[in-house]
C-alpha cells in the first residue's frame, strides 16, 4: 500500500495477469501500451502525484524499465 488513500495490486506474472483481468472492471486499471508489462489495479482514491508514481511502478515492473520512455494507459469503470 503506497499511500493510506490508495491499494496498488501488481501481478507478478502472465497468470497473475490472467486472473487480474476479472477484476477489471470493479477498479482503476493500468497497463504499459509501449513493452510487455504487468497489469495493475488501483484500489482507492489516487492524487495526481500519485498517478505518476503508479506509472512509474508500473514501468518498472515491465520490459521497457531500462528505456527512457513507456506509454502507460490508465482505464476507469466507467471506460469499459
Do not use: C, M
Amino acid at each position: 500500500r503506497p499511500q493510506p488513500h490508495y491499494k496498488l495490486i501488481i501481478a507478478r506474472d502472465e497468470g497473475e495477469n490472467q486472473f487480474l483481468e476479472g477484476y477489471r472492471k470493479q477498479f482503476l486499471s493500468l497497463r504499459a501500451v509501449s513493452h510487455n508489462g504487468p497489469l495493475a489495479l488501483v484500489d482507492g482514491d489516487p492524487t495526481e502525484q500519485d498517478y505518476q508514481q503508479i506509472a512509474k511502478v508500473v514501468a518498472r515492473y515491465g520490459q521497457g524499465r531500462d528505456t527512457e520512455q513507456v506509454s502507460i494507459r490508465f482505464t476507469n469503470q466507467e471506460q469499459k
